[in-house]
């Protein structure tokens, strides 16, 4: 897979990239990313991308004409383009599942007080990591960059994927190591037992109880596609 983010500030994505599991995935060549810096498509002798709104108002907004050639430079006929938007729709881990079997993200970070408004017409869709406002796009394209690329095959044990938070609905089960106490706090005996399809089954019932106590939402979920008795 390959992502490419059109920024205005390539330098914020340098650590990200040379950290972690992202970093590994990227010297397994499992994904490719691209930081376009976009200033480069202004025809302005000083680089400027933004200028007043019509109709005034607070804020500077990027001209369309930039981002386009923008777009336009790095998109083929596989590419996917996202503007990250807290206008778009809320990402979740269905989401990057989809998105994981995409051969081309072109991931847009805005700046400012954004886009010119015609830039929908330039997209495959927006999304949006939260109904809160950052100051750019930097931080959600790096949400989607590690959502999305674990995700990938040989990124990351596959084992570790299919009991993670969020699939089938649950949290993940809590998980513990040494020391077996610590302040009074001990680690449930049936994790010691041995017995692991005893553990399995108590896993599971901790991810129930876990999500029914922080998650009604993804509970509900859960009881109406498995037909769980709510009143356990």
């Known amino acids: 897979m390959k992502i490419t983010v059109l920024t205005l500030f390539p330098k914020l994505f340098d650590n ?3 950290e972690s599991i992202i970093k590994r995935i990227i010297q397994k060549k499992i994904i490719k990313v691209e930081i376009v810096n976009f ?3 202004s025809k302005n002798r000083n680089q400027r991308v933004d200028d007043y709104q019509y109709g005034g108002g607070a804020g500077m907004v990027i001209q369309l004409p930039i ?3 923008a777009i336009k430079s790095v998109r083929t006929k596989l590419s996917k383009v996202i503007l990250l938007s807290p ?6 881990q269905s989401r990057a ?10 991931l847009i970070a805005g700046h400012y007080e954004g886009f010119d408004e015609r830039i ?3 997209v495959d869709e927006i999304i949006s990591i939260g109904d809160y406002i950052l100051t750019g796009g930097e931080i959600p394209s790096m949400v989607l960059i590690e959502s999305v690329s674990r995700l990938l095959e040989h990124s990351i044990n596959e084992d570790s994927l ?4 969020f699939e089938n609905n649950l949290l993940d089960y809590p998980v513990y190591t040494k020391p077996i106490e610590h302040d009074g706090y001990i680690v449930p005996k049936v994790l010691l ?3 692991h399809q005893l553990i399995n089954k108590y896993r599971l019932q901790q991810q129930i109880l876990k999500t029914k106590k922080y998650r009604k939402d993804l509970f509900n979920k859960y009881t109406k596609e498995h037909k769980y008795d709510k009143t356990k």
């Open 16 to 18: 990200f990239l040379k």
């Open 39 to 41: 200033r480069k498509f």
């Open 67 to 69: 981002i386009v050639d």
């Open 87 to 92: 206008q778009g729709v809320t990402y979740n």
């Open 97 to 106: 599942k989809q998105l994981s079997k995409c051969k081309h993200l072109i």
């Open 120 to 122: 929908i017409n330039y």
């Open 162 to 165: 299919t009991s993670e938070t």
């Open 193 to 195: 037992s041995g017995n």
